[in-house]
């Protein structure tokens, strides 16, 4: 599971996808879950949270 901001959206994706070869699962993190949560691809708030 990974989470993401708008920008590495694709990435995270793509990733699960290798990783698990089944279509993604991609969530909206609620206002307050992206405040305490960063992206795992970079420093910016995480909006997107994936898993496989
Ligand atoms: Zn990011």
């Known amino acids: 599971m990974?989470?993401?901001c708008e920008e590495h959206?694709?990435?995270a994706i793509?990733?699960?996808v290798d990783e698990?070869?089944?279509a993604p699962v991609m969530?909206?993190?609620e206002a307050e879950e992206r405040l305490s949560?960063?992206?795992d691809?970079?420093?910016e708030q995480a909006i997107y949270?994936?898993?496989g």
Do not use: A, G, H, R
């Open 37 to 39: 949560t960063t992206c």
């Open 9 to 11: 959206v694709d990435l």
């Open 41 to 43: 691809f970079c420093n």
């Open 49 to 51: 949270k994936i898993s």
């Open 2 to 4: 990974y989470n993401c």
């Open 20 to 22: 698990t070869e089944l």
């Open 27 to 29: 969530v909206k993190l």
């Open 14 to 16: 793509d990733i699960v």
